[in-house]
């Protein structure tokens, strides 16, 4: 591999990362405040990604100016989710029973996306999607590179949510220990409902920002459940700084391989990691303090 692949190879790997943060962040919240296993998380984003394209082909305006009506729909969505479906389900078996729960939901919303808008295969065009930029000899596509500028805002709103606001404070306390942040007056199954909306708006963002360099169909989605539970694994269940990293790890990675094995088989690497987190190090290799109590 020749200096300037190995160079635009990182790049691309940084820019992958950056996105597949955002993507994994709400997956991580979920479990931190519910313990909920969400598999319609990535359903949820392909969703976000179809209503983009379709304020795109409906208005011809941008589609990341669809983010105001998206974000705030999916953050009422996930308070509906949790209120109305997932604190019904009994504590005991709560993590279980959630993944055949959001499993169902994940093939609801397959389902619709199809009957809505047929299984043709869509992508949105813009008049900056063939555009590159040079940086020091690499080409970097312009969608690519707001994608990544959409997710580190968007990750850096959600560390400054969880660490400076009261919300925030509850939330964590909430993540930390439940039974605890009961005791001090905290709201426990308020606070859930507003950090599962949350997470769910996050899957608005990420979905739109991945309409931008992505053919999307209904069952776009199962191709990103797996590496998607693999980032918050490695990263430590219930951390999000820890996801974070985890997932600009493995995005270099991804990166690097695709040029020596192919795009395909460069997939391999979230599994291969997940398998290896779970013999090694259970809890997480840069988090986990919640995967160790449960």
């Known amino acids: 591999m020749s200096g300037s692949l190995l160079f635009q190879s990182l790049v691309l790997g940084v820019l992958l990362g950056g996105l597949n943060a955002l993507l994994a962040a709400g997956l991580t919240l979920y479990f931190g405040v519910m313990r909920v296993v969400m598999i319609a998380h990535s359903a949820f984003l392909i969703l976000a990604a179809y209503l983009a394209w379709y304020f795109n082909q409906q208005t011809g305006l941008d589609p990341l100016l669809s983010l105001v009506v998206t974000v705030p729909l999916f953050f009422l969505v996930g308070i509906g ?22 499993f169902a939901i994940a093939l609801f919303i397959e389902g619709m996306i199809g009957f809505i808008w047929s299984g043709t295969q869509r992508r949105i065009q813009l008049s900056y999607s063939g555009s590159n930029i040079e ?11 707001i994608a990544f500028g959409l997710a580190v805002a968007s990750l850096a709103l959600l560390y400054v949510i969880l660490k400076k606001s009261r919300f925030g404070q509850a939330l ?17 199954d308020r606070i859930a409902g507003l950090g599962f909306g949350l997470g769910l708006a996050t899957a608005a963002v ?37 996801t974070a990293i985890a997932a600009m ?9 695709q040029v020596e094995i192919g795009t395909t088989w460069a997939q391999t690497l979230f599994y ?18 919640l995967a160790q109590r449960f």
């Open 172 to 188: 964590r306390a909430t993540i930390q220990h439940p039974e605890a942040a009961k005791l001090v007056g905290i709201k426990t």
């Open 249 to 257: 790890v493995l995005g270099i990675g991804q990166s690097l391989l």
């Open 206 to 242: 990420g979905g739109t920002a991945l309409s931008l360099d992505a053919t999307i169909y209904p069952s776009l989605h199962w191709h990103w459940i797996g590496p998607l539970m693999a980032i918050i694994v490695v990263g430590g269940l219930g951390s999000i700084p820890g």
């Open 272 to 289: 291969v990691a997940l398998f290896g987190t779970l013999m090694l190090r259970p809890q997480g290799f840069f988090g986990g303090r």
């Open 81 to 102: 989710m949790q209120r109305l479906l997932i604190t019904r389900l009994r504590p005991a078996t709560l993590t279980m029973m959630s993944v055949l729960l959001t």
């Open 135 to 145: 940086f020091f000899g690499a080409r970097i596509a312009v969608v690519k590179l």
